[in-house]
């Protein structure tokens, strides 16, 4: 069986806080939904916990509850939200008016995960006036103890999802090394619909840092949309973490 390499740990907030004396969370309604998507070509298996920080609160360390294990094949994608957390774990109800703590994910291959987190306000009677904020944010990855610390090159969309960054007749690509080691030189290679491509090289990475690439759009790409394919360590130069989130196909609407 594969070893679980990878590893998620995601902030998680469920329930009403009604109390104007509990300083641990202002006045509110909390929702939490962690996504978690399989980018590789190959399945991934993946075990989940949820550790509690509240209760029981008060600088004690709460329990550690397993969520279970899931196998995601190529691009397919789930979630683990309050409700999920509620009938597995608390068939009869939270613990407390509301739960803290994090959704621990292990992982044979690098995942997205990304948590969803949103407010309500309450009124005087702890009843919803609406919804006050929402804010998305990305997971940070890190490889287990006794495995190498490796670079992870990745091509990063925009805050919409999309690739399509187009700047004075030039795609803009954005590389990222999500890894835990350095990735050093590589090459970034993109393919234009209509038989355009190009390359450029791409700079050492330390972990977490980006870059942004600029291609120039070959003319007659858009017909009347323009597609591509980009792939980053196009050449194999960077033993990475993960081999198998490199690429990423994208459209720009003519």
């Known amino acids: 069986m594969a070893t679980l390499i990878f590893e998620y740990a995601a902030k998680f907030i469920c329930g009403f806080q009604k109390d104007p004396q509990d300083l641990r969370l202002t006045l509110g309604l909390y929702g939490t939904e962690v996504n978690i998507h399989n980018p590789n070509e190959e399945v991934v298996r993946l075990t989940k916990k949820l550790a509690l920080t509240f209760p029981p609160g008060d600088q004690k360390p709460g329990k ?6 899931d196998l995601l094949r190529p691009d397919q994608a789930l979630a683990v939200d309050c409700n999920h957390v509620k009938d597995k774990l608390f068939p009869n109800g939270l613990p407390a008016s509301y739960i803290t703590g994090f959704v621990v994910i292990e992982s044979t291959g690098s995942l997205d995960v990304t948590a969803v987190y949103t ?6 009677q702890g009843q919803v006036t609406g919804q006050r904020g929402i804010d998305v944010e990305q997971i940070q990855e890190r490889q ?3 495995q190498p610390e490796l670079p992870d090159l990745i091509p990063v969309p925009d805050a919409t999802g ?3 960054r187009v700047e004075a007749g030039a795609l803009i690509v954005t590389v990222r090394n999500q890894g835990l080691g350095t990735a050093g030189p590589s090459i970034t ?5 209509g038989g355009g491509a190009g390359s450029m090289p791409t700079p050492s990475l330390a972990p977490g840092q980006s870059v942004d690439l600029s291609f120039p759009i070959p003319p007659g790409c858009f017909s009347p949309d323009c597609g591509f394919k980009i792939t980053v360590d196009a050449n194999g130069d960077v033993v990475e973490a993960n081999e198998a989130n490199n690429t990423a196909n994208g459209i720009c609407i003519g």
């Open 162 to 164: 999309s690739f399509c």
């Open 119 to 124: 407010t309500a306000a309450l009124d005087e």
């Open 64 to 69: 550690i509850l397993r969520l279970g294990e």
């Open 144 to 146: 287990k103890r006794g």
């Open 189 to 193: 290679h993109v393919d234009f619909s």
